[in-house]
Structure formats: C-alpha cells, structure tokens
C-alpha cells in the first residue's frame, strides 16, 4: 500500500487516538461568546400581539465562536490555552467554568469591568428557533484591549499552532492587533498560524500558514466577480481566482468551508483538495465550522498530511451537525464516528435499495468503477471530478481474481477489503461496492446510475459499458486524465528506488 493510501486508511481507525496522545499545544485568540438554547412548548399566542407564548422547559449554555473552537481543540487532545475578552458578568463567569471544566486554560481569559460579555440565545418552540437575541458591547474599551495584549507574548511562545477567531467584534484591533502581529510575525518556522476570520485579509501581513473563510467571505474578498454564488457556480469561481484569494489572504493555501458542500483546499503550491458534507436536515445545529477549524488545528500541528487533516476535520464537523445545539466532537466521538456504520457493500443487492431511495429523493446517482490498487492523486483527483457531477457517487472495486485477469499476477497489491477501506474513508465517495465480472455491466444493469463516469485514458466508443448506461436513460462522462499517475507507474517507480539498506 502505497504511503497516501496507508494515511487515509488510518484515518478510519488511529487518528484520533494519535492526535490525543500527541497532544499539541493550541492557543486560541479571538472573539468569544456564549450560546443559550431556550427549549419550551407552544400552545398559546400572546393577548398583547400575534405572537407565540414559548413556555421554557429547559436551558442550555454553551461557549461559542472562539470559545467553542477552543472546547473542540481540547476535547480532540489538544492542550489548549485561550486568550480572550469577557466582562464581569454572569455570562462571563459561566464561560469561564464551561471552559475550565472541559480541560481549556483560562488563564488568558480576561474579565474586564468595562466589557460586556457576548451572549446568543436561540428560543425555541415545538423544535422550530424562532428567533435569536444578541447581547454584545457596542465597543471594547482600549483598557481591556491593552490588558489583553500584554499576555500575547507569552501566550503564543512555545505553541504548536496559533488560531486567530476574528469575527468583527472590535476586540482583535487596535493594541491587540499590533501585539499579535508583532508576535506571530517572527515565528519559528514549525510554529503554525490559522486565520478563521470574517476578513482574513486584515491579517495578511502574518503570512499565515491556513485563511479559512467561509464561501460568501472568500466571494467578497474577491470583489466582483462574473458568475453566479450557487454551487457549482462558486466552487468554479474561487477555483478561478485562487491566487487573488491567496494574495488577498497573504496565506500560504486557503481552505473555503461551503457548508453542506464540503470544503474547497486551495493550496498555493501543489494540487487542490475538496472535501464533502453528510446531508443534515437539523436547523438546530451551530458551530460546525468552529469544530472543524479546530480539528484541522490539532491535526496539522499533529503532523498530518495537510490532506489527512482536512478529511479528519470534515468528519469532526459531520459528527456535531448531527447533533442540537452547540456541540464538540470529542476523540470517542471520532473515533466512534470514523469506525461505525461502514458504505461499503460487497454485495451489490444490498445497495440496490439504498440507491433506490436516493433516486426516489430527485439526487443524481454516480457511478465509477475501477481496482483502486495503490491510491494515488491521480485517483483522488478523478473521484472528486466525479461526485461533482451529482449528488450520491458509488464507486465499484473490481475484486481481487478479476484484478490479477486485468493487471496480470502479482496483482492487486491490497486485498478488496482493505481496498475498499481505502476508498470509504474518502468524504467524496458515499457507497463503495464490489463485482467479479470483467466489466460492470451487471451492475450497471442493477443500479442503472444517473451518470457513469470513467478517466480521460478512455472515450465513450471505448467502453462496452456505454450502451448499457444509455439503454437505462443514463449518461457517460469521462473526466479528467491526471498523467504520470496510473497505478502501473506508480509501481514501476517504486521498484526502480534502490532497496533501502
């Protein structure tokens, strides 16, 4: 099995436990909040206007913004320290203890009496938020500011990884913005710096390593534009303009977050990786995009292969979207979520029903074979094509008997099963399956997909599966060819390399 390979694979089973046991130091600067959710039921209207009585049954608080990037840095292994600004008030005192009991230093955590601590209650009724009251200071006093400065310094010295939470409340200017840059801008070069901020382009002067704006921040970073800001509209757009976005950003790659499309890595050398979403329907989910900066935070300081970190992080993000309220994605959580219900049915008849429902659903099912042997850029770079083109992609392994009819003997190198591992814990694909016959007209014939997709070393006259894929109303695409990135030649260059002594 090839090195990328063997990372992905891992990432079903050992990540999350190894990113505890590495346990990197994360400092977390920026804008903190705290969330309340105001559960009660409805069966009245008010006398004095047409509005609903929410009779409160439960509330829950929970930190928000920079504070629940922190919570979710701690929970996943990091040792984290936060460093931002509350005032003293209730709300403050309560973040402080949810804080401190969840593992996160709060030394750097200052309560000011001229702040106000920012509050976000949701009120809901009958399952349903029906509206959200805000509390925030209309400015921060230079006071507070000043106080918070002074621990930069120190705060930052010796972190694996700094995350900047700017959100525009007014804290991270002034004195605060100028000790920052003043301590970041000189960084070792192992130390990181990840800029999650409604304008990242006020810190491009720290060349940060990482700017993860949403899409509608990286849209206005680029100013107009021609286009639309629907997918796949926009994804082609920030494809378009990468390198205005990393100018814009001063960052070394940009990760765009499209919410229930994924996420979008574009990197200022080397090629682009897009990572997607499970489907929710919860309207009552909050932070996710918090959970998953925080989880790429601890895994790139972790060493990960940038790649490896970004699918990591997409799963630590599906785990709380499932879920009411603020929520963290804990390691158990990870790794339960990583090792539970597998989409790989090796039997086919099994998915036939699955991908039934889908269609039932009005999404577009895509279908690719291939062996999948040795996985590779060409490989991943070909499978994110293919989801594009719809909304459910199934990809067919060819097993291992019709592998060594292919490729000859001494092939596969990896068995279907750990094949189909491989391939599972990509967030592109949604089911893997496998067939024993030469071709996949049989499936084909089963599942009778949308869109069958094949690589740019083949054209649709060469396929025998074309009239079969027609026959049943379908389409074939044929992508992308990545050169130099066949399985075969993969293999080649692997057994020229001298043997290691």
């Avoid at 190894?18 to 804008?31: K, N, S, T, Y």
Wanted: hydrophobic share 45%; charged share 20%.
């Amino acid at each position: 099995m090839s090195a990328g390979a063997s990372q992905v694979h891992a990432l079903t089973s050992q990540v999350p436990l190894l990113l505890a046991d590495a346990a990197p130091r994360v400092v977390v600067i920026g804008d903190v909040m705290l969330d309340g959710w105001w559960h009660g039921n409805i069966e009245r209207f008010c006398r004095e206007a047409p509005a609903p009585v929410v009779e409160v049954r439960s509330r829950g608080f929970a930190p928000g913004g920079a504070a629940n990037t922190a919570m979710n840095a701690a929970r996943m292994g990091g040792d984290v320290a936060l460093v931002g600004l509350v005032g003293q008030d209730p709300a403050g005192t309560m973040l402080a203890g949810l804080l401190r009991d969840a593992g996160v230093s709060v030394d750097g955590l200052i309560s000011h009496p001229g702040s106000l601590t920012t509050t976000k209650d949701r009120i809901i009724g009958a399952d349903q938020i029906l509206f959200r009251l805000d509390e925030q200071a209309d400015s921060v006093p230079a006071a507070a500011l000043e106080a918070v400065a002074a621990l930069i310094p120190g705060a930052v010295a010796g972190a694996d990884v700094v995350v900047v939470c700017d959100y525009g409340s007014g804290m991270l200017r002034g004195a605060l913005h100028e000790a920052l840059v003043g301590a970041l801008a000189h960084r070792a070069q192992d130390q990181l710096v990840i800029i999650d901020a409604h304008d990242p382009s006020r810190w491009a002067v720290l060349a940060p390593d990482l700017a993860t704006p949403n899409a509608q921040e990286a849209l206005g970073l680029l100013g107009s534009v021609p286009g639309g800001a629907r997918q796949p509209e926009r994804v082609a757009l920030l494809r378009a303009h990468k390198d205005r976005l990393l100018e814009a950003t001063g960052a070394k790659s940009v990760v765009v977050t499209l919410d229930q499309e994924g996420t979008l890595f574009l990197p200022g050398t080397g090629s682009e990786h897009r990572t997607w979403a499970r489907p929710v329907t919860e309207k009552q989910a909050s932070g996710a995009g918090d959970t998953f900066v925080a989880c790429l935070a601890v895994g790139c300081a972790a060493g990960l292969p940038t790649r490896v970190a970004l699918e990591l992080a997409q799963a630590a993000a599906t785990v709380v979207v499932h879920r009411p309220g603020t929520s963290v994605c804990s390691t158990a959580d990870l790794t339960a979520h990583l090792g539970g219900t597998s989409r790989i049915h090796f039997e086919a008849s099994g998915l036939q029903e699955v991908i039934a429902r889908h269609r039932a659903a009005g999404e577009t099912v895509v279908l690719t074979n291939g062996c999948f042997d040795v996985l590779h850029r060409g490989h991943t770079h070909y499978l994110e094509q293919a989801k594009e083109l719809g909304q459910v992609l199934v990809v067919a392994l060819n097993d291992d008997d019709s592998v060594r009819r292919l490729k000859g003997e001494g092939r596969p190198v990896n068995p279907v099963g750990d094949r189909a591992a491989v391939i599972e814990a990509l967030s592109c694909v949604d089911y893997v399956t496998v067939f024993s016959t030469d071709t996949p007209i049989p499936l084909i014939e089963m599942l009778r997909p949308d869109i069958y997709a094949k690589g740019g070393d083949y054209t649709e006259q060469m396929l025998a599966e074309t009239a079969s894929v027609k026959a049943h109303g379908g389409s074939v695409r044929i992508l992308d060819y990545v050169s130099d990135h066949s399985t075969t030649e993969v293999l080649r260059r692997m057994r020229a390399r001298p043997a290691e002594r």
